[in-house]
């Protein structure tokens, strides 16, 4: 028999969502993650950043109230464009990604993205689960 405990991570989904949208949502996920006390987070770029392929999926550690300065020179060097790129966040146990369909996906092993499927519910952005993974 297996040893630990069995978790099922689910991932919510927004619609695409427009620039301002997204850029309100990046300010939320700060506000939300300083409320956490979660300090640091680790970024990487991914589809369509204007990157070699090496360089993506490089996770490199930021604190979070440098999360909106990142993304803005991101997009200053051509890096990032918002909603045409992947751009993801990972800390404690959950992973925060701007999609380059324009969407959001949270995945998170707790039950920490009720707030934010409830927030996107409520904006109209019709949230949705996918089941994401297993980790034992």
């Known amino acids: 028999a297996l040893c630990g405990k069995r978790t099922i991570a689910m991932e919510v ?7 301002p949208q997204l850029q309100q949502e990046i300010g939320y996920l700060a506000a939300f993650l300083t409320k956490e006390g979660i300090r640091e ?15 993506m999926w490089q996770y490199q550690p930021i604190n ?15 890096t990032f464009t918002l909603g045409k790129g ?15 369909e324009a969407d959001i996906h ?10 934010f499927e409830e927030r996107w519910f409520n904006l109209g ?9 297993e980790s034992t």
């Open 64 to 78: 979070t109230e440098e999360l909106s300065s990142f993304l803005s020179e991101a997009e200053e060097r051509g």
């Open 13 to 19: 989904r927004t619609s695409p969502l427009s620039e």
């Open 86 to 100: 992947d751009l993801f966040f990972r800390c404690k146990n959950f992973e925060f990604v701007l999609c380059h």
């Open 106 to 115: 949270l995945e998170s092993f707790q039950s920490r993205q009720t707030e």
């Open 41 to 55: 987070l680790h970024v990487a770029f991914g589809w369509d950043c204007n990157l070699s392929i090496d360089d």
């Open 125 to 133: 952005y019709e949230p949705y689960s996918v089941l994401a993974r």
